[in-house]
């Protein structure tokens, strides 16, 4: 018999970069960023937004996220 593993994809949720997505609470510049890599994927979940010059900051997204969780309190 079939292990029931080999017909079912099994996807696990992408891992959100909590520190990263808490110091874009404030305008950064590229190179005050803690990892253009979680940066770049916090962007592709929708939760930051780049802007000209360099900088991101947070979306509304993010800072729902943040909030929801606990994380802060506006």
């Keep these: 018999m079939a292990d029931i593993k080999d017909n079912y994809l099994v996807?696990?949720?992408?891992?959100?970069p909590l520190e990263q997505l808490k110091q874009l609470l404030?305008?950064?510049w590229d190179g005050d960023l803690i990892s253009k890599k979680d940066r770049d994927s916090l962007v592709d979940m929708g939760f930051v937004h780049r802007v000209n010059g360099g900088y991101?900051?947070?979306s509304a997204k993010g800072i729902e996220y943040l909030h929801l969780n606990g994380l802060i309190h506006p």
């Design 56 to 58: 991101q900051i947070i």
């Design 26 to 28: 404030r305008i950064i």
């Design 11 to 16: 996807k696990t949720p992408k891992e959100i």
